[in-house]
């Protein structure tokens, strides 16, 4: 089982940015697709983006591409998501995710199946 812990979260301005991190420990990091998800109160947990084993396919919400890139450091088994010009919308605690396959074949939460237990972030107007 992998062991995954966010951290980078924080309380941001409208338009400010923040990295995101996450730490895999356990399993062989290079082998497994990784994701960020997130959960605003009151709703459901949705996609935010993925990277396959490579690192070079990289899929996206629609609604955040442009604005959020992820990225992994494979000597550091980090997996990041730098996000820019950040909305208010964009609070929620967010999520890291192993896919226990080396591809992205599916962006729902049940498509992983290694959590950490989420970094808070807020922006605010």
């Known amino acids: 089982q992998m062991q995954l812990v966010e951290s980078g979260g924080g309380l941001v301005q409208a338009g400010g940015s923040l990295r995101l991190s996450c730490v895999a420990s356990g399993r062989t990091f290079s082998r497994f697709a990784m994701s960020w998800f997130r959960q605003a109160p009151g709703k459901e947990r949705e996609f935010v983006a993925a990277?396959?084993?490579?690192?070079?396919?990289?899929y996206y919400a629609d609604s955040l591409k442009g604005r959020f890139t992820i990225s992994r450091e494979y000597g550091k088994n980090t997996v990041s998501l730098q996000m820019n010009s950040l909305k208010p919308e964009d609070t929620a605690v967010y999520y890291c995710?192993?896919?226990?396959?080396?591809?992205?074949?599916?962006?729902?939460?049940?498509?992983?199946?290694?959590w950490g237990p989420g970094t808070q972030v807020t922006v605010s107007s």
């Open positions: 990277l396959d084993w490579s690192g070079i396919n990289k």
């Open positions: 995710a192993l896919r226990p396959s080396p591809v992205v074949s599916g962006t729902t939460p049940a498509d992983f199946d290694s």
